[in-house]
């Protein structure tokens, strides 16, 4: 059972390049969610979805796409990268309103 | 959750000493409570809860208090070990029916030997 996963670990792309963080759990939880954490502070929601086929934004969206196809899978897009979306990435899931974490994905903007 | 002073970014510890984290939620609203713990590199982990309705909750080690008339919130961890450095959130949800986790800035705990 490995919980939430997120490829890739660290990536830097150059501005206006576009990506696709991925996210992918077998815990079968309905909500999954995408943060950013900037250094020394606390989570950013940025989209989140309550199930397969359904998503909504949270604080922080701009910039960003997602999808939800399945259970399993909650991409996060990225169009045109800037550099203030240099950040770490966290995606995870939620059940009896814990959140379990991905260990995150380190994406640098230049 | 917003400070209201007693939010402190930064915690230093000699380990095997008690060590108190603070935290002020915003909304009055809020009916849970969670302590997550960050290690360096890694997402988030649970650690304790807690529901409104409780003024004390105690784990491993680890105490949670809950002082609803000021919006405050704290974690206790007893004798700290050179494990715990890590930084530490408090987070709130306002229902059963809230998906959403608000999130406080965080805490960085550093224990000395």
Known sequence: NAGVTQTPKFRILKIGQSMTLQCTQDMNHNYMYWYRQDPGMGLKLIYYSVGAGITDKGEVPNGYNVSRSTTEDFPLRLELAAPSQTSVYFCATLEARKLFFGSGTQLSVL | ?113
């Open chain 2, 1 to 113: 959750g917003e400070s209201v002073g007693l939010h402190l970014p930064t915690l230093s510890v000699q380990e095997g000493d008690n060590s108190i984290i603070n935290c002020a939620y915003s909304n009055s609203a809020s009916d849970y409570f969670i302590w997550y713990k960050q290690e360096s590199g890694k997402g988030p982990q649970f650690i304790i809860d807690i529901r409104s309705n409780m003024d004390k909750r105690q784990g491993q080690r680890v105490t949670v208090l809950l002082n609803k008339t000021v919006k405050h919130l704290s974690l206790q961890i007893a004798a700290t070990q050179p494990g715990d450095s890590a930084v530490y959130f408090c987070a709130e949800n306002k229902g059963s029916n809230d998906y959403k986790l608000s999130f406080g800035a965080g805490t960085t705990v550093t224990v000395r030997a």
